[in-house]
C-alpha cells in the first residue's frame, strides 16, 4: 500500500472512488471509500434494467472459483485505488492494519479452498445476492464463493475493519474471468446495512449480538450471529486428555470465530480441569497457535475488561498472563483468559460469561447438571463432545 491511498468500491464493472472514506485501521493513511445508500438504491435500479442484457455467468463456475482462489492466495491483484498486490504484499496488508498474522492468512486461505471443494455445486438462479462480512475472519469470504455459484450476481458488503480480503477476492474474481457486472463492493456505514438487504433477494449477514435487532427478517436472509460454543466434559474424562481436546477448541484461529469454545461444561468437578486447562492456555506456543494484535486504539483493553466486568463474587481468572501484552511489533495483543465459575460447584446457566464471545481466546469453565448443561448446550450454535477412543484392534 502507499500512503495516501485509497481502496475503492467495485460497483457497476468498474473501481469506484468516493467523497466519503474512513481510515483503516492500524493504517491511518489509506481510507477506505464509503458507498451512501443513495448510490445502492440507484445501482439497484439499474440492475433491474441491464441484467437481462449482461453477458452470462459462466456454466462452470466451480472451475472459475478454483482458478480465483489460486490467485487470490499468491497471486499479483490490481486492487482498485491500491495497485498491484502480490500475496505477500497481501499478507503484510493485513498483518499491518488487521493484526492478522501471516501463518493464519495462511491457514485460511487452505479453509476457504477446502470449504469450497467440500461441498457439492449449487443449482444456478437469478437472485441478486448480499453477503455482509464480518471482521473477525475473512473465512466467511466462503458465503460470497457460494453466492457466485449460485446467483446472478453478488453485492458484497465488507466490514470496515478488514475490506482487504473482500477487495482483494472481488479483484481475483474479476481476473478468473466472472462478470464485472455480475460482483460488487460496497463499503458503507453500519447504518446503511438494511436498505443493502431490502434491494436484493437473498441476503447472507454475518454480525455480532446486536445483529438480529438491527435488520428485519425477510424470506432470503440468513443470519450468522455469535456461536456461544461450548464442549461437555463428561466427569469421567481423564484430565489430560480433556486439555488435549479443550486447547484447540479455545485458542484455534486465534479465538476469533463463532465456532471457538467459549463455555467448558464439566459433569464432575470443575476446578482440577480449569487449573491444567489454564496452564496449558499459559504455554501457548505462538507459533501453532498465534494470536492477532489489535489496531484499533483501546480495542484489545476493552474486549479483556470485557471479561472482568461480567465476572461475579467467587470467579477466579486463572489464566496468570497479564491481560494484554505487546505483541510482535509492539500492538498490544490480548491474551488467554481463562474464568472459573463460582467455586466450580454447579452454577445456573444465566452467568453473563457462559457464551461470552470476544476476539481472542476465552472460556468459562462451569460445572453443571445434566439439566443445566442440557440448557447451555440447547443456547449454543456449536456443541463439542469429545471424540471416543478408537476400540482396541484385534490381532489374529
Known amino acids: 500500500m502507499t500512503s495516501g491511498a485509497l481502496l475503492h468500491a467495485f460497483r ?23 458507498v451512501p445508500e443513495l448510490v445502492v438504491a440507484a445501482d439497484r435500479r439499474r440492475w433491474d434494467t441491464v441484467a437481462p442484457a449482461l453477458p452470462a455467468a459462466p456454466d462452470d463456475r466451480r472451475a472459475l472459483l478454483l482458478t480465483a482462489l489460486d490467485t487470490f492466495e499468491d497471486g499479483v491483484l490490481d486492487i482498485g485505488g491500491l495497485g498491484p498486490q ?6 503484510a496488508a493485513l498483518w499491518r492494519t488487521a493484526g492478522i498474522p501471516p501463518a493464519l492468512t495462511d491457514r485460511w486461505c487452505g479453509m476457504l479452498r477446502a470449504a469450497l471443494t467440500e461441498r457439492p455445486p449449487p443449482a444456478h438462479d437469478g437472485a441478486l445476492a448480499l453477503v ?16 457466485v455459484e449460485r446467483s446472478a450476481a453478488v453485492w458484497v458488503r465488507p466490514s470496515r475493519r478488514e475490506p482487504l480480503s473482500a477487495a482483494r477476492l472481488v479483484a481475483a474474481l474479476l481476473r478468473a474471468g466472472w462478470p464485472a457486472e455480475r460482483i460488487a463492493l460496497y463499503p458503507t456505514v453500519q447504518g446503511a446495512l438494511p436498505g443493502l438487504i431490502r434491494r436484493t433477494d437473498r441476503q447472507v449477514v454475518f454480525g455480532g449480538s446486536g445483529l438480529a435487532r438491527s435488520v428485519t427478517a425477510l424470506p432470503g436472509l440468513t443470519l450468522h450471529g455469535p456461536g456461544r460454543g461450548c464442549a461437555l466434559v463428561p466427569a469421567r474424562m481423564p484430565a489430560d486428555r480433556a486439555v488435549e481436546w479443550l486447547v484447540p477448541l479455545i485458542a ?12 467448558v461444561v464439566c459433569a464432575g468437578p470443575a476446578e482440577p480441569l480449569a487449573a491444567r486447562l489454564a496452564a496449558a492456555l499459559d504455554a501457548l506456543d505462538p507459533v501453532s497457535l498465534p494470536l492477532t494484535v489489535s489496531r484499533e486504539p483501546g480495542a484489545a483493553h476493552h474486549a479483556t475488561r470485557s471479561v472482568a466486568e461480567r465476572m461475579r463474587p467467587g470467579d477466579r481468572l486463572l489464566t496468570r498472563r497479564p491481560p494484554v501484552v505487546a505483541g510482535p511489533d509492539g500492538a498490544p495483543c490480548a491474551t488467554p483468559h481463562l474464568v472459573l465459575v463460582g467455586d466450580g460447584s ?36 456449536f456443541v463439542y463432545e469429545p471424540p471416543q477412543p478408537a476400540a482396541p484392534r484385534r490381532t489374529p
Open 12 to 34: 457497476r464493472g468498474a473501481w469506484h472512488p468516493s467523497l466519503d472514506t474512513a481510515p483503516l485501521p492500524g493504517d491511518t493513511a489509506v481510507r477506505l471509500a464509503l
Open 86 to 91: 502480490s500475496g505477500a504484499g497481501f499478507r
Open 132 to 147: 455482509a462480512l464480518p471482521g473477525n475472519t475473512f473465512t466467511c469470504l466462503a458465503a460470497v464463493l457460494d453466492q
Open 252 to 263: 484455534a484461529d486465534a479465538g476469533r470465530f463463532c465456532s471457538n469454545v467459549r463455555t
Open 346 to 381: 454447579e452454577d445456573p446457566p444465566e452467568h453473563p460469561l457462559i457464551g461470552h464471545e470476544v476476539p481472542f481466546p476465552f472460556a468459562a469453565v462451569v460445572r453443571a447438571s445434566e439439566r443445566d448443561a442440557a440448557r447451555i448446550a440447547a443456547g449454543s450454535l
